[in-house]
């Protein structure tokens, strides 16, 4: 007979394939040098409910509005905030965009105490 899971070792195996997509996500991001890159990458989530999708769900929001997802982590608050850099410095921003959005994403970050 075959020993069922307990909730402990299912919320393990859940922890474990979230923290596996997301350092399959998370070079992607560091990767990104334009708007156009990081809406395909959004078209690339999982389907609803996998693992790592919320990641995937937060950049296409963030990119939506340039306003900080609910939810996001402290590590993708932080490659947001590089993304922005790197647009900012390609010239590929309104002047003062990139000022208005890092306020946003330092505030947050700090809120989040990362």
Do not use: C
Request: aromatic fraction near 8%; hydrophobic fraction near 30%.
């Amino acid at each position: 007979m075959t020993r069922r899971e307990t909730r402990t070792e299912r919320n393990q195996q859940d922890a474990d394939a979230e923290h596996r997509a997301w350092e399959l996500f998370r070079p992607k991001l560091e990767a990104l040098q334009s708007y156009a890159e990081a809406e395909q990458l959004v078209t690339e989530a999982p389907p609803p409910d996998s693992p790592g999708r919320g990641h995937y769900t937060n950049l296409g929001f963030f990119l939506g509005k340039f306003t900080v997802p609910m939810g996001s982590s402290y590590a993708e608050k932080m490659l947001y905030l590089q993304f922005i850099q790197r647009l900012d410095n390609a010239r590929k921003l309104n002047p003062g965009t990139r000022q208005k959005i890092e306020e946003e994403l330092l505030r947050a970050m700090k809120e989040q105490g990362g």
